[in-house]
């Protein structure tokens, strides 16, 4: 596998030469849509980023508590994928074990909206205690399912057409997304339904538009895939782990980039409750920023689609860290332009746009080289290895409440290093391979692959990043 490879041509774009499709392509394609669609806007409803924090903060929840509960949802998304990666391997057909953790996932909403419905919130602790349970048991299983999930996904199509399905896919969610955060915004004011209720009405909302995207899983066609032969022992599986990590330097320094680039969660919970606690914004405008958030995804899903497509997984990850470093940076700016509380309830909403641009890359940008890198033998292996490693980043989301709560609440030195830190990950970036360019087999039939040395500028980079986390970790004390 080589080093690195030319960045001057162009990956070949869509429509270049006659390429067979996989059967059932064009079913596949809009059922994989509609899942993709409806869960978006099940999503929009309660969005981990707007309504749950905003309903953690009327909870009374301290900044530490969200941030754990943020860590939480990215952990249990991630960290039980190895173990699924495992069970799988040997598996031809992956449908079945989506459907299973995501229908037991998707009904922790349902019973989280009667919990809130039978004790009108009370006590909070207690509903703290049941957003807690529910929403691990979310996350956990829509995490075991999404590795069967992005198989499906690989098979069913090809990589030249990926960029079309996200786009799609993230097109039609945002537009009924626009109007759901609309419909969000009215129910969490004085004129929707009173409180907790208007909650539990927003949970009830996204139950019932996950399990449309869950029928529409259940109608994707799938033949058998390659397999290994048997499910290999722990004694087997974890040092194939390690002759991953060991041979595929490409793919080492694929996942450095990743974690560094996951710096940017440190503030992800946290712009919501700046806008409640800090500027004093009302509650409801956490439908508002649902629906603007969404035009910044419907825009970046075209944009990011067609980088995909026409550039490959490196040029769309590069595109995305300058735009993913800018949302701390704006989220301190706008209230220092804006003084007019109304307008400032407006302008402020350009930090979820570009939240949402950048939740539009992940797919294409960084998802899409795991896809496209691994071979179909070892795919599930990868993306069970790239999640549970990445499952670190879901640390950064308690750093960032320690942070405020070791600097008195100080938003501006938590947003900094938010921001620095990000684009520590620009350089290392550099450094990625194009998958579309290399022709893979499995990584652990090759001979062993020599060690890359850093180069300067991510050695620079890496010094950069662990001054401005020795920096936060010392601003308490000085």
């Not at 499709?21 to 849509?33: D, I, S």
């Amino acid at each position: 596998m080589p080093d690195h490879l030319d960045r001057e041509a162009p990956v070949e774009p869509l429509g270049a030469g006659r390429l067979l499709m996989p059967a059932g392509y064009r079913r596949n394609f809009w059922c994989l849509a509609m899942d993709f669609g409806f869960f978006g806007i099940g999503m929009a409803f309660f969005g981990p980023s707007t309504v749950i924090p905003s309903f953690l903060t009327a909870l009374g929840a301290s900044s530490a508590l969200i941030g754990f509960l943020s860590t939480l949802q990215r952990a249990g998304w991630l960290l039980p994928q190895l173990v699924a990666a495992r069970y799988l391997a040997n598996k031809p057909l992956k449908k079945p074990f989506v459907l299973v953790p995501a229908g037991i996932s998707r009904s922790m909403i349902l019973l989280l909206a009667l919990a809130i419905l039978v004790t009108r919130a009370r006590p909070p602790g207690l509903i703290i205690a049941i957003i807690t349970l529910a929403l691990a048991v979310f996350w956990i299983g829509d995490g075991l399912g999404s590795l069967a999930w992005f198989d499906l996904l690989s098979r069913s199509i090809p990589a030249h057409r990926r960029g079309r399905l996200t786009s799609t896919g993230q097109i039609f969610s945002g537009v009924f997304s626009f109007a759901a955060g609309f419909g969000v915004e009215w129910i969490l004011s004085d004129r929707g339904p009173v409180y907790p209720i208007n909650y539990a009405t927003l949970f009830l909302f996204g139950f019932a538009l996950l399990t449309i995207s869950l029928a529409a899983i259940s109608l994707i066609t799938e033949s058998k895939s390659r397999t290994a032969e048997k499910v290999p022992s722990w004694q087997e599986y974890l040092p194939q782990l390690g002759r991953v990590l060991k041979r595929d330097h490409a793919f080492r320094r694929y996942l450095l980039t990743r974690q560094v680039f996951g710096l940017a969660g440190l503030a992800g919970p946290f712009y919501i409750t700046y806008a409640l606690d800090q500027l004093k914004l009302p509650a409801y405008v956490a439908g508002r920023y649902t629906s603007v958030g969404v035009i910044g995804g419907i825009i970046a899903a075209a944009l990011f689609g067609w980088l995909y497509e026409r550039y490959g997984t490196r040029v769309a990850s590069q595109v995305s860290i300058p735009i993913t470093a800018a949302i701390p940076v704006l989220a301190l700016l706008i209230p220092r332009w804006i003084s007019d509380p109304t307008w400032l309830a407006w302008g402020y909403g350009l930090v979820f746009f570009m939240n949402q641009a950048s939740m539009s890359s992940f797919l294409p940008a960084w998802t899409g080289f795991v896809l496209e890198w691994a071979s179909d033998i070892d795919r599930p292996l990868y993306v069970g290895l790239t999640n549970t490693l990445n499952g670190i980043t879901a640390l950064f989301a308690t750093l960032g409440g320690l942070i405020l709560q070791w600097t008195g609440n100080d938003y501006q030195i938590l947003f900094i290093i938010t921001a620095v830190g990000t684009m520590m990950a620009l350089p290392l970036s550099f450094g990625l391979p194009e998958p579309r360019r290399t022709e893979q087999d499995s990584v652990l039939d090759r001979a062993s692959m020599r060690t890359p040395h850093l180069h300067f500028l991510q050695r620079l980079a890496l010094c950069s990043l662990l001054s401005i986390i020795y920096s936060s970790f010392s601003i308490r004390s000085s």
